[in-house]
Every structure is written in structure tokens, then in C-alpha cells.
């Protein structure tokens, strides 16, 4: 796909970081080396209090580190005049944080307003920017107090992008909304991802939205020590201390699950069925396919309203669309195993819709395949990104 947004992301290098706030004999973080690649997103996740959101205000300058320093591209950020930095780093605090006296349009046309661009260049990049993260150019007029949470939080992200910086950083972007809402703003926030490729730090509690959003994650402990910086896949295969093994969780079989996508399976095809089709006609492309017991109807636009078992099939006349069971659990390309397989193992029918991002059928997934999955390899990032200050990785798993 084009690069929506024009800018590839940067290099971000700790070098060394430390922070020693005033009156504190331990440090906030603690001689801090990881190297962040470019469009990728590095995770920061531990225990609360461990010196995430220290590690990542330092990035910014809103505050100084004590030692060592942290490079863009090789530029060290206290060399950066504060306007230039600003347009390079994006930010999306916890809980949001849109300034509540401004329309929608005007809080993410913040950062473009104190870089002095001209009202016509704001507004067009506000109208792309709506866009982009899925919301009606209509709520340019609007204020956050007018929109949902999950809304808010794309107007949050829109704001961020809106200088086009190469970096972002996101604190807890999605801590505020319910489950099923930030699996789906998790999904098009990946999806975003893949076409604007920024370098983003990502802070998270959340052990699972870490290994779902992380192309790396950097585990903390508590003085801001670097326990591992590895992939997700390696972290959970080779947790490198009993700290890390205790902080991903006794779960961890169930979950490298997180790891694989949807999009990873071979997705079957459903037999798709439209109301007033001739059902004799579907029984026949029903017959033909050997795995499938039901027909999904869908509406004028492919979108699922439910399944029709082979057995209801019977005799001529047309589908009635009543006759439909409705409730097929949807997931999208980008949810994760772990994710898909419980949506499927809470419903009757143990095949679960794929949809794309408007909601129109795109295959079938199925719990067998999942399993299937379990079984993949895992791999390992290059150890040269960060310096883990505790014991190397053990020898590979079988
Ligand atoms: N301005 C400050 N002055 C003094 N100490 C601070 C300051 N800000 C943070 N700290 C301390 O530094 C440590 C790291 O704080 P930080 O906010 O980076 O943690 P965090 O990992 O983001 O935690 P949480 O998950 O709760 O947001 C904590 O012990 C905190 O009390
Ligand atoms: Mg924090």
C-alpha cells in the first residue's frame, strides 16, 4: 500500500540513560541501552513505578535524563531546538488528554498551529487525518465531550500524527477503554501502523497488549532496569530471569498465541448465501465443500447476519432470512489466536467470521487451524538492539 502519511520512521538509541529524580538515592531508570529500529514499535512494559513514562518523557525533553544520552538517527535530542523535536516526535498521553474547549479539528491541528503552518495546510491535513484513523470529516466541528472514548482515543492519535513525526510516543494509549473496544482499536491501530511505519515507543501494563502490539519488548524492574529486550516470541519462549518468567505469566503456551494472527491461517472459504437465493442451489455448494455444515447469509454489503444449518435446507422455495442462527463470532485479520480462539469457544458454531475493516466477509477461521498453529517455530531478535543486564537467554527450547 502507499505510504499514507509520507515520513518512514527513525532510529531512537538510549545510550547509557539515567534519571536520578532530586531526593531519591535509587534512580527512576538506571543505565538504560536499547536501540529502537525504525518503523518499528518497542513496548515498554513492567511493574508500576519501574520508569516507563520517565524512559519515555526523556525521549521528548520533558525531562532531562541525569547520564548518558538518547539519540534520533543518530542526533542527540539535546541538540534538537525544541520546534524541530516537537515536529519529530509525536505524543499520545494516558487517558487521552484532547484540551476540552477545542473542536476535534482544532486539537489536532495543535502541533500544526505551533509550527505556524497556514490555516488551508491545517485544515487539509486535519480532513486526511480524520480519515485516516477512521472517523467522519463531520467531526472536525465537534467536542471530545460529543464522542466516545474509543473515538477520543483516535482523535488522540490523529493529533500525534499530525506534524507526520518519525517517532511516536504512546503512554497507555488504549488504558481507558473496555476489552472488546481496544482488541478493535488495537487492530486498527496496527493496520495504521503498517502504512505510516513510525518508530513508536509504546508503554503498556498489559503483558498481552504488549506481545499483541510490540515488534520488541523491553521488560522493566522496578529502579528502571532493563531485565530483557527481545521479541515477543523470544521472551516467552526464553524468559531470561525469574523476574521476566513471573511478570509474563504461568500462561505463557497459551500465550505465544498472541503471537500468530489471523491473517497468519489459510482461511477457509464459507459458502455465502444472500436472502431469497434458491435453497436447493445452496444445498448443492454446500454438498460440494467437505468441511463446512452451514452457510453464512450475509446482507447486501457482505456483512454476516448469521449461519443456516445444511438442515434447514431441505425441500425448494427460496432462504428465508429468519430461518438464519444469528451470533457467528467476527474477527478481523489482525486479531490474535489467543484472542480468536476464545471468541470461537464461547459460540455454538466453532468457526469464526473473518471481516475486514467494513465489516464484509473475507473467510472463515476455524478452532482446528488454531491448533494447528500452536505448533509454529519461534525466533530470536538480534541481542546487538539492547543490553539485557541479566543473564543470557539458556539454550533453546525443543
Ligand atoms: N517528578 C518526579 N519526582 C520524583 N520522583 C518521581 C517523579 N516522577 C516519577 N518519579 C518516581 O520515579 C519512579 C518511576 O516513575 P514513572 O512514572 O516513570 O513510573 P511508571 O513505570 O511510568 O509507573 P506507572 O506504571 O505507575 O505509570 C517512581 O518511583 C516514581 O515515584
Ligand atoms: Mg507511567
Same mark, same amino acid.
Given at each position: 500500500?502507499?505510504?499514507? @502519511?509520507?515520513?518512514?520512521?527513525? %532510529?531512537?538509541?538510549?545510550?547509557?540513560?539515567?534519571?536520578?529524580?532530586?531526593?531519591?538515592?535509587?534512580?527512576?531508570?538506571?543505565?538504560?541501552?536499547?536501540?529502537?529500529? !525504525?518503523?518499528?514499535?518497542? %513496548?515498554?512494559?513492567?511493574?508500576? /513505578?519501574?520508569?516507563?513514562?520517565?524512559?519515555?518523557?526523556?525521549?521528548?525533553?520533558?525531562?532531562?535524563?541525569? @547520564?548518558?544520552?538518547?539519540?534520533?538517527?543518530?542526533?542527540?535530542?539535546?541538540?534538537?531546538?525544541?520546534?524541530?523535536?516537537?515536529?519529530?516526535?509525536?505524543?499520545?498521553?494516558?487517558?487521552?488528554?484532547?484540551?476540552?474547549?477545542?473542536?476535534? /479539528?482544532?486539537?489536532?491541528?495543535?502541533?500544526?498551529?505551533?509550527?505556524?503552518?497556514?490555516?488551508?495546510?491545517?485544515?487539509?491535513?486535519?480532513?486526511?487525518?480524520?480519515?485516516?484513523?477512521?472517523?467522519?470529516? !463531520?467531526?472536525?466541528?465537534?467536542?471530545?465531550?460529543?464522542?466516545?472514548?474509543?473515538?477520543?482515543?483516535?482523535?488522540?492519535? !490523529?493529533?500525534?500524527?499530525?506534524?507526520?513525526?518519525?517517532?511516536?510516543?504512546?503512554?497507555?494509549? *488504549?488504558?481507558?477503554? @473496555?476489552?472488546?473496544?481496544?482488541?478493535?482499536?488495537?487492530?486498527? *491501530?496496527?493496520?495504521?501502523?503498517?502504512?505510516?511505519?513510525?518508530?513508536?515507543?509504546?508503554?503498556?501494563?498489559?503483558?498481552?497488549?504488549?506481545?499483541?502490539?510490540?515488534?520488541?519488548?523491553?521488560?522493566?524492574?522496578?529502579?528502571?532496569?532493563?531485565?530483557?529486550?527481545?521479541?515477543?516470541?523470544?521472551?516467552?519462549?526464553?524468559?531470561?530471569?525469574?523476574?521476566?518468567?513471573?511478570?509474563?505469566?504461568?500462561?505463557?503456551?497459551?500465550?505465544?498465541?498472541?503471537?500468530?494472527?489471523?491473517?497468519?491461517?489459510?482461511?477457509?472459504?464459507?459458502?455465502?448465501?444472500?436472502?431469497?437465493?434458491?435453497?436447493?442451489?445452496?444445498?448443492?455448494?454446500?454438498?460440494?465443500?467437505?468441511?463446512?455444515?452451514?452457510?453464512?447469509?450475509?446482507?447486501?454489503?457482505?456483512?454476516?447476519?448469521?449461519?443456516?444449518?445444511?438442515?434447514?435446507?431441505?425441500?425448494?422455495?427460496?432462504?428465508?432470512?429468519?430461518?438464519?442462527?444469528?451470533? !457467528?463470532?467476527?474477527?478481523?485479520?489482525?486479531?490474535?489466536?489467543?484472542?480468536?480462539?476464545?471468541?470461537?469457544?464461547?459460540?455454538?458454531?466453532?468457526? /469464526?467470521?473473518?471481516?475486514?475493516?467494513?465489516?464484509?466477509?473475507? /473467510?472463515?477461521?476455524?478452532?482446528?487451524?488454531?491448533?494447528?498453529?500452536?505448533?509454529?517455530?519461534?525466533?530470536?531478535? @538480534?541481542?546487538?538492539?539492547?543490553?539485557?543486564?541479566?543473564?543470557?537467554?539458556?539454550?533453546?527450547?525443543?
Amino acid at each position: 500500500m502507499q505510504d499514507a @502519511d509520507g515520513g518512514a520512521g527513525a %532510529v531512537v538509541a538510549f545510550e547509557h540513560v539515567t534519571k536520578r529524580y532530586p531526593g531519591s538515592d535509587q534512580p527512576a531508570v538506571d543505565d538504560l541501552t536499547l536501540t529502537v529500529p !525504525a518503523g518499528e514499535i518497542c %513496548v515498554l512494559v513492567g511493574p508500576s /513505578g519501574c520508569g516507563k513514562t520517565t524512559t519515555m518523557k526523556m525521549v521528548n525533553r520533558l525531562i532531562e535524563p541525569s @547520564d548518558g544520552r538518547i539519540t534520533i538517527d543518530g542526533h542527540d535530542v539535546t541538540d534538537l531546538p525544541a520546534v524541530e523535536l516537537r515536529r519529530r516526535i509525536g505524543y499520545v498521553i494516558q487517558q487521552v488528554g484532547l484540551f476540552p474547549h477545542l473542536t476535534i /479539528g482544532e486539537n489536532v491541528g495543535v502541533v500544526p498551529r505551533l509550527l505556524r503552518w497556514s490555516g488551508a495546510r491545517i485544515a487539509a491535513r486535519t480532513d486526511e487525518l480524520l480519515e485516516l484513523v477512521g472517523l467522519p470529516a !463531520a467531526y472536525r466541528d465537534r467536542y471530545p465531550n460529543e464522542l466516545s472514548g474509543g473515538e477520543r482515543q483516535r482523535v488522540g492519535v !490523529a493529533r500525534a500524527l499530525a506534524a507526520d513525526p518519525p517517532v511516536m510516543l504512546m503512554d497507555e494509549p *488504549f488504558g481507558a477503554v @473496555d476489552p472488546i473496544r481496544r482488541e478493535r482499536l488495537q487492530n486498527e *491501530f496496527l493496520r495504521l501502523q503498517r502504512q505510516v511505519r513510525k518508530t513508536i515507543i509504546f508503554v503498556t501494563h498489559d503483558v498481552d497488549e504488549a506481545i499483541k502490539m510490540g515488534d520488541r519488548i523491553a521488560v522493566l524492574q522496578r529502579g528502571g532496569i532493563l531485565a530483557q529486550y527481545d521479541t515477543p516470541a523470544a521472551i516467552l519462549a526464553h524468559p531470561t530471569s525469574e523476574f521476566v518468567e513471573r511478570f509474563v505469566g504461568a500462561d505463557r503456551g497459551l500465550k505465544r498465541l498472541s503471537l500468530a494472527r489471523v491473517r497468519d491461517l489459510d482461511l477457509l472459504d464459507p459458502v455465502v448465501v444472500h436472502a431469497g437465493e434458491d435453497r436447493a442451489e445452496v444445498r448443492r455448494r454446500l454438498d460440494r465443500t467437505e468441511a463446512l455444515d452451514f452457510a453464512l447469509l450475509v446482507d447486501d454489503g457482505d456483512r454476516p447476519l448469521g449461519w443456516i444449518d445444511a438442515g434447514d435446507l431441505a425441500g425448494s422455495g427460496t432462504i428465508d432470512p429468519d430461518a438464519a442462527t444469528p451470533g !457467528a463470532p467476527t474477527v478481523q485479520p489482525e486479531t490474535t489466536l489467543r484472542d480468536a480462539l476464545s471468541a470461537l469457544l464461547a459460540s455454538s458454531v466453532q468457526l /469464526g467470521v473473518v471481516v475486514d475493516a467494513e465489516e464484509r466477509v473475507i /473467510g472463515l477461521v476455524s478452532v482446528d487451524a488454531i491448533g494447528d498453529r500452536m505448533r509454529a517455530p519461534v525466533t530470536t531478535a @538480534d541481542p546487538s538492539l539492547g543490553e539485557p543486564r541479566i543473564a543470557e537467554p539458556e539454550a533453546a527450547e525443543a
